[in-house]
């Protein structure tokens, strides 16, 4: 072995990693409960990676967006998803456009994308972490993926949710975290998203009696 | 080439010989508990072999002698691979003629015999069996590749006990692509190996058997063989699975026969707790319809070939 990397280095990058492989098990994922729990599982294993960063850098900034990570991705947002789900009544996606095998490759051509994609900016950042950023762009653009084949509501929020999630973590790999002003301002925007979604959710349902944004397509009215 | 590595590798291979129907009557039991039902002797199945091998062979009318030379050559194949795979020391005299690469390629070569012989009778069954068995195939042995390829190149070496070597002497580390990749080989061990969800190994349910379908016109001593080989497959599997994930306790390097002779209680010890851990997975999981299998193996290959890019992009 050439180098051995500092254990809380190597801690970091299994983060990386298990981020990247809750993001291929989100893009098979076909119950919207599981979906959920694996977005809250996605937010623990950042709070974790933040954690670890503050710990090993020693900004004290990224302790905060921890505590804000753990506050919102974790408990509160899973929580209210969890209690639109039961309110809606929707357990199961319908069968995605693509078949699940399908869109894994497509996964996988994705990722080797977003790594040949993030090096030249890995290759211009200076921080440990810096590896770690092919990781996240592949956790957004898997996140599109989610959201593009899935048909309900529900799943594209968590969809958006997990690119959110990828945002976070390649800005927390590229430059040890935003400004605490951007990220409060960043939750307090993803947090009011949520809370505006889950209202044209009822108001979706109100109109077309599903979730299924399939609906949303034809915009004349019926004659 | 000293006399201890000759002697290593005859031991390898007589111990693989002698341990694999130990090995398959073990997790037998282990289901067997786990299943509450009163568990069958752990010599069953040499009993079975032994059966199988004192009767008269019945052959098919329309059976060539493919159908006759394929249990050899299925049986041979294992053995052979059994000698590749180090599983008590890694200096092998026989490995310098042949790699990881070779070994997949060794254990296609049985797959395919097998899979012809089963053909060669022209019952719908055999070739039911060896039609599904090259779908598990064919979907499975890129998977294997993936995940021999990611040892490969965190080694620099293709040759599986140099692989070995260098994962066992080398400071210990986190790898998450070797974690994926070990979840990845136990799924395709499930799969070539006939296991719970993708093949009931205990049944002859007609419209679920891969593995079986294939040997039904077989009897006597080829039987026997056949039995004999899927008993090594899966003890060769296994210790591939220790070669890759868990490589230490092997005797590395020096001509000592202590660290051989301390390698063989530590190869029982993985064993026992492979076969205990594999009877947990088959007590826990369903059997799979057969449509799903491609998405299990697919997982498996997207599994192997993450860990491969993690590794490529992380160094770890």
Known sequence: ?223 | MTLMEILTQVLEVIAALAAAPLFLGWVNQCRAWLQNRSAPSLWLPYRGIRKLFHKDAVIAESASPLFRIAPYIVFGAMAVAAAIIPSMGTRLPLTTAADAIALVGLLATARVFMSLAAMDVGTAFGTLGARREMMVGFLAEPALLMVIFVASLISATTALPAITEHLATQAPALYPSLAFTAIAFTMVLLAENARIPIDNPATHLELTMIHEAMLLEYSARHLALMEWAAALKLFNYACIGFALFIPWGVSTGADSPAALLASIPLLAVKLAMAGAGLALIETVSAKLRVFRVPEFLTAAFLLAVLGLLVHLLLRA
């Open chain 1, 1 to 223: 072995m050439a180098v051995t990397t500092p254990f809380d280095l190597q801690l970091l990058n299994l983060c990386a990693a298990l981020l990247l492989l809750l993001s291929f098990a989100m893009l098979a994922q076909r119950r919207i409960v599981t979906l959920v729990n694996l977005l809250a599982l996605q937010g623990g294993l950042l709070f974790v990676a933040t954690l670890l960063l503050a710990w090993r850098t020693g900004q004290h900034h990224l302790y905060f967006s921890a505590a804000l990570t753990l506050a919102l991705k974790v408990i509160f947002l899973p929580w209210l998803l969890h209690r639109l789900i039961r309110r809606l009544q929707v357990y199961w996606d319908t069968e995605p456009l693509l078949n699940i095998s399908g869109t894994m490759l497509a996964g996988l051509v994705v990722v080797v994308f977003a790594f040949g994609l993030a090096q030249p900016i890995s290759a211009l950042a200076s921080t440990a972490t810096r590896n770690s950023i092919g990781i996240a762009v592949a956790v957004v653009l898997l996140s599109f993926i989610t959201m593009i084949t899935r048909r309900k509501a529900m799943s594209q929020v968590v969809g958006f949710l997990s690119m959110e999630n990828g945002l976070f973590f390649g800005a927390m790999s590229a430059t040890y975290g935003m400004p605490m002003i951007v990220e409060f301002g960043v939750a307090l925007d993803v947090l009011v998203a949520v809370l505006v979604l889950g209202i044209f959710f009822f108001q979706i349902r109100e109109q077309f009696d599903s979730l299924d944004l399939h609906h949303l397509e034809s915009l004349k009215e019926e004659q």
